[in-house]
């Protein structure tokens, strides 16, 4: 669908003015500028992009607006924001509360933290309904039933006392949405809104954002890594680099005439190239008719009425040396494949790692399988223990497999592995909050690699990193693969990463495998309407809208 952007005239007053932000963080006595001089405007029916690589100031910058900042840690040092002709500084704090949530909304970044996970989704959206325009409980549940419709959840009534962790990642995110809409605010800031979604869902939420501003005329601040969706949405784009904006312009200006050295290095930083089978070699992994059905039980006795069918008879052969990209939407199985691969989740049919067959041995034998088989999950930052140092971190596989190594044999090993993950071994007695995105995500690499394993499960591990990072981590992983032979199953919804990291791809949806193939074949000729859709989606948030 191509979307025209709506363009409002030079001359209307804009809606939100920020001007001369500088906005600095009080730490150990010690001050930090997080944001120098920050000018942009934005008016009525218009989206402004902030784009940026993390660290950049970009959320600071959004935060503001809404001072949501955490104070007194957090100051301004000068500047002055004004939304709809009033100053947001002098605001007292009774009018603060009345324009968040009413005049200007935000949808967060991650809504699993956002939300509050003891509290449906009915209680969510309405307490926000009845806060600000003093809806009866009644009033307030038929409209919340009305955005749920609206923002494109199914049977949006028996969703209502569902818990946030019972519902997809796509589900949270346009809950989140509904929230934000709720009261239809002048002026929707939206920081991320599609990080960690497959591509199909991804399209719908912006298609959706966008279907929503033209309805209602409200205002947009975007703020992503992602530059292809920038490039879609924005009517104008502010790049923030160390919390400056270094340059600005419409999005032909950006991408067709960058000026600036870092703008330019955004743009360059695009995974690409696809990778030759490797030589012949013998098979490593092998999974055949492998199932994991997960029951569906009610009544009184709790009797199984049905299954959910997680994974169904997937089967596949992976060589030593090969990577295995694994792609399909939210629910199609990709993460719970994995799992059962690795013997973390229950499954039947075969699963073998040179030759064993995981899901058939015992406890103690599977133990010591460990160490040719790791994963690397999604989330680093929840994966690694915050109460450990790094060395610690990568060190707890070898003290468990190898129990004999002397205490400057493993410090060796870490600082070995620490190197060739390219993070420097001095940092070794630091802790994951000391660390950005990218560097715990090479700990966590670093971490499944000091075993020396055969094997690696990648559970989208660059999803929710800037692209420059994305093609960091991408050319180390290539990098480790050639030269340890190692054999990767990675799973992605981003299908521009799988094409340049996989040799052959395997589509998937509702648990089954409906196309597998050579990466080259999927991606120039697929053969099913569904892998085309993906395909289709992901190359839709590149386009430049028609005009």
Known sequence: MSIVKSTAPESQEPLLQVSDLHVGFRSDGQQNDAVHNINFDIRRGETLGL???????????????LKLLPYPAAFHKAGQIRFD????????????????????????????????PLHNIEKQISEIIQLHNGA?????????????????????????????????????????????????PKLLIADE??????????????????????ETGMAVLLITHDLGIVRKMADHICVMQDGHIVERGTPDDIFDNAQHAYTQKLLDAEPSGILQSPPEAARLVEAENMRVWFPMRRGLLRRTYDH??????????????????????????????GRAILGLQQATGKATINGTDILQTGRQQRR???????????????????????????????????????????????DNILREVELDPDTANRYPHEFSGGQRQRIAIARALILQPRFIVLDEPTS???????????????????????????????????????????????????????????????????TRNLIDAALDTQRPPSR
């Open 193 to 214: 809104p599609t990080t960690a979604l497959d591509v199909t869902i991804q399209k719908q939420i912006l298609d959706l954002l966008k279907q929503l501003q033209a």
């Open 308 to 337: 959910v069918k997680a994974v169904d008879d997937i089967s596949f052969t992976l060589k030593k040396g090969q990577t295995l990209g694994i792609v399909g939407e939210s629910g199609s199985g990709k993460t719970t494949l």
């Open 464 to 530: 929710a990193l800037d692209r420059s990072v994305q093609a960091q981590i991408i050319d180390m992983l290539r990098r480790l693969q050639e030269q340890k032979g190692l054999t990767y199953l990675f799973i992605s919804h981003d299908l521009k990463v799988v094409r340049a990291l996989s040799h052959d791809v395997m589509v998937m949806q509702h648990g089954k495998c409906v196309e597998y193939g050579p990466t080259a074949q999927i991606f120039d000729a697929p053969q099913q309407d569904y």
């Open 51 to 65: 784009v940026g690589e993390s660290g950049s100031g970009k959320s600071v910058s959004a935060l503001s607006i």
């Open 85 to 116: 002709g009033e100053d947001i500084f002098a605001a007292a704090p009774n009018r603060l509360q009345a324009i968040r949530g009413n005049d200007i909304a935000m949808i967060f970044q991650e809504p699993m933290s956002s939300l509050n």
């Open 136 to 184: 009866t409980r009644a009033q307030a549940r038929t409209k919340t039933i009305a955005l749920l419709k609206r923002v494109g959840i199914d049977n949006a009534e028996d969703r209502l006392k569902a818990l946030p962790h019972e519902l997809s990642g796509g589900q949270r995110q346009r809950v989140m949405i509904a929230m934000a809409l709720a009261n239809e």
């Open 368 to 414: 010591a399988l460990r160490r040719e088989m790791q994963i690397v999950f999604q989330d680093p930052f929840g994966a690694l223990s915050p109460r450990m140092p790094v060395g610690d971190i990568i060190a707890e596989g070898l003290r468990l497999h190898e129990p004999s190594l002397s205490s400057g044999d493993i410090a060796q090993r870490v």
